[in-house]
């Protein structure tokens, strides 16, 4: 008896550090993408500031790229700090995704063309999840993109089952 006690007690302890460590490394992402949006946002103006073929541009351009990776270590470490499995919860999704496109669009010749429905439902996702693929599919267009363009993302509410229903009997 006192040995399972014992058992259940050191669980629990150890349970409750890993915890404690994932809401620091949560806490600390979250400031750490505060301090990469201004760093971001000034690196943007600077490439803004610079004729084409300064030699300098090239510089702030390998910045940007190294933002990037920095942001999604960022998202890595979010993903470890709710435990590494999905914490979902109803959120507004448009915002989310309208913020990381944004963010990853600054400074790139590819503009957002974002529309979304008034009526929109909130989403029950992984707010980090949804965050990183988001990301991931902005960086891949952009680099798609070479001479820039545009990015179209519309969204609008869909009942999946009326979807699946209607694609089966196609």
Known sequence: MKA???QYETLFLKNQKLEAIGTLAGGIAHDFNNFLMGIYGNISLAKAMLPREHPGLSYLEESEQSMTRAKHLTGQLLTFATGGGPNKSDINISEIIEEVVTF???GSNVKLDFKKAEDLWLAKVDKGQIQQVFSNLTINANQAMLDG??????????ELLKVLNKVLKE
């Open 4 to 6: 399972e006690r014992k």
């Open 104 to 106: 990853d669009l600054s």
């Open 149 to 158: 363009g545009v990015l179209y993302i519309s969204l609008e509410n869909v």
